[in-house]
């Protein structure tokens, strides 16, 4: 077997992988291990392949992704901590021939902004909502949010979650689920190659589904924070399966479209 | 019609694209009487009741940013809950509409009117430094035209523009003439005209971001700079108002909104006396006609500020006047209407008895 060369490996027939056109090439300010850059990935992936990048708008939130938007090859709007799924509201709403996304933490979508993501999907906006979660404040430097698991420690929760003084974590995924106007959602992770073929599945039907303009498909992608949690990254992808999958079960959550 | 109702056909015909609001009295009429005209049907203007005064600020900021005519409405406490919103959208540079049919405050306050919200309303109201260009409608007429002209001023200088009613003038009913329809904008026509709206990235141009984020120090304060600068455009060119039998005045009043036209009761009381008294209308409050004050300030014996309110405006005339002249104020607060008797009254005791 003859081994490729440098230039070799360069010709377009010697490819196996190419990045998305869709993200540019900026230096992305995720931590390294973090698993925020594969997700964008997919979604720009998503986006290529079904032709849309003309027609989409994005809408990046308040938190380690405040800055989605210089990475997306996209129109997107930077939106007040918690507001996106209003601000996707009203882009859909004036360009219902668009597709909308939004991409949020779990302390922009499942704290702040409670109320206007239950309205969005309650009111069955055609939009995608990405919802990432790490189970705690990221940018701001660790602190608990509302996905922190009972017991871990972050730095508000210095002696670990007590859920009889701080709360239970919030199971926002299953609570959407409930709601009349969701006709899509799923959580999926993105920390193996698996993980991340079934989760760009999902984020693709999540995007065909606003061709259907039937309501809101909303993704949950659950994800380390390796800086946050103190880990190295291979620790805490290990950390995400034994603690975080048994609470935020991964899987096809709620599905009115069918296969 | 009534004032809100005015407010509300005004949206539909200057071609608005999108109402986004939450119920709140003393201007629940706006989106009531919208809801009942079906615009979707006359125009395809989008109305939605949204679930807060927050969801509904969030929502202007996604319209705006498509390069949509939009607009919201609320009362006090509804647009004190919008405030951050507000200072996103003029931090993005955001043109949009907000309307203001104020109460009594603070607080859950009362829903009679007032003008208390004056100093939300002209110093910004939110954080960071910005304006909103403050247009204080005194009739219905008024609240129907300062709705195109809200939209013009928003896109001219790409910033919030709000209209500052009270709940007198929202609630009164008079005669109004209305405009043509005025066709909304396609698409393409917003891509040609505001390239900086987000309707989706075209092969081999610049894709198109709005936000008001800008970490770097250096950049923040440039941006703000251009604010700034902008700002002063508008001072130099839209500074607008109404002066009411100043010419020969020895006293006026300076009164916006549902105060000045009690104030003009007030001058025909007063020179039926023999007292030469006037009246100077601003009609916008920010950008605000400082310097017609400070001139007539070398012209009249004193200034009397009549607001419902403990006294906000006033602050900007004597800061116009510079001590030129006695500038008092005399207002009723809490959702109290003064007569124009007690307004006559309070010239004669802190203008003209004053020493």
């Known amino acids: 077997m003859s081994e490729l060369s440098t230039l070799d490996i360069q010709k377009p027939e010697n490819l196996v992988y190419t990045k998305t056109n869709v993200l540019n090439d900026r230096t992305l300010s995720y931590c390294p291990g973090c698993g925020h850059g594969t997700a964008h990935r997919i979604i720009a992936e998503v986006i290529e392949e079904m032709g849309i990048q003309d027609k989409t708008i994005g809408v990046a939130p308040v938190g380690c992704s405040v800055l989605a938007y210089q990475f997306f090859d996209l129109d997107m709007q930077q939106a007040a901590h918690g507001r996106a799924p209003a601000v996707g509201t009203a882009i859909k709403r004036l360009l219902p021939d668009h597709f909308v996304f939004t991409y949020q933490g779990d302390g922009d979508l499942a704290a702040i902004g409670t109320a206007e993501t239950i309205h969005a999907c309650n009111r069955g906006e055609n939009i995608t909502m990405i919802f990432i979660n790490n189970g705690i404040y990221g ?5 608990m949010a509302p996905t922190t698991l009972p017991g871990m420690k972050s730095s508000t929760s210095p002696y670990g979650r007590d859920v009889a003084t701080m709360g239970n974590p919030l199971k926002m995924t299953e609570l959407v689920a409930q709601l009349p106007g969701t006709i899509y959602v799923a959580r999926h992770a993105v920390h193996t190659p698996a993980a991340v073929r079934r989760c760009k599945k999902a984020v693709r039907k999540a995007f065909e589904n606003q061709k259907l303009n039937r309501g809101t498909s909303f993704v949950e992608i659950v994800s380390n924070c390796n800086s946050g949690w103190k880990m190295t990254p291979n ?25 | 019609m009534k004032g809100n109702e005015a407010i509300a056909e005004a949206a539909i015909r200057a071609g608005c694209d999108g109402y986004f609001g939450y119920p709140i009295t003393p201007q629940s009429e706006i989106m009531e009487y919208l809801m009942a005209e079906k615009p979707h049907e006359r125009t395809g203007m989008v109305v939605l009741q949204a679930e807060s005064e927050v969801a509904s600020i969030n929502m202007l900021y996604g319209g705006a940013g498509c390069g949509k005519k939009v607009m919201t409405s609320s009362s006090s406490p509804g647009m004190s809950l919008m405030q951050e919103g507000i ?5 993005a540079e955001l ?3 907000l309307v203001n049919v104020v109460r009594g405050g603070p607080g859950l306050g009362t829903i009679q009117p007032s003008q208390a919200d004056y100093f939300q309303s002209v110093k910004g109201g939110g954080h960071g430094d910005y304006k909103l260009i403050v247009l204080a409608p005194a009739s219905v007429q008024e609240m129907y035209d300062f709705v195109p002209l809200g939209f013009e001023l928003a896109f001219k200088y790409r910033n919030p523009a709000l209209i500052l009613s009270d709940g007198a003038i929202g609630q009164m009913m008079e005669k109004v003439w209305l405009d043509e329809q005025v066709p909304r904008l396609t698409n393409e026509e917003v891509r040609e005209k505001y390239p900086w709206a987000t309707l989706g990235k075209q092969p081999g141009k610049e894709k198109s971001v709005v936000t008001s984020l800008y970490l770097e120090s250096v950049v923040m304060e440039k941006i703000n700079i251009k604010l700034q ?27 916006f909104g549902s105060s000045s036209r009690i104030c003009q009761k007030s001058i025909q009381l007063g020179r039926d006396k023999g007292l030469k008294i006037g009246l100077l209308r601003p009609i916008t409050l920010w950008p605000f006609p400082s310097k017609v004050l400070h001139d007539l300030a070398g012209q009249v014996k004193g200034m009397l500020s009549i607001e419902m309110n403990a006294g906000q405006m006033v602050e900007d005339i004597r800061l116009a006047v510079e001590g030129k002249c006695k500038v008092e104020h005399f207002g009723r607060q809490g959702g109290i209407i003064p007569s124009p008797d007690e307004v006559l009254h309070a010239m004669e005791e802190k203008i003209i008895g004053g020493k």
């Open chain 1, 139 to 143: 940018m701001t430097g660790g602190q």
């Open chain 2, 95 to 97: 043109p949009c509409l």
């Open chain 2, 87 to 91: 200072s996103y959208c003029a931090g």
């Open chain 1, 235 to 259: 620790q805490s992808n290990k950390w995400m399966e034994e603690n975080m999958f048994p609470f935020y079960e991964l899987g096809e959550i709620k599905d009115t479209i069918g296969k």
């Open chain 2, 229 to 255: 600068a902008k700002y002063r455009e508008c001072e130099a060119n839209e500074v607008r108002y109404e002066a009411i039998q100043c010419e020969d005045a020895d006293y006026i009043f300076v009164a």
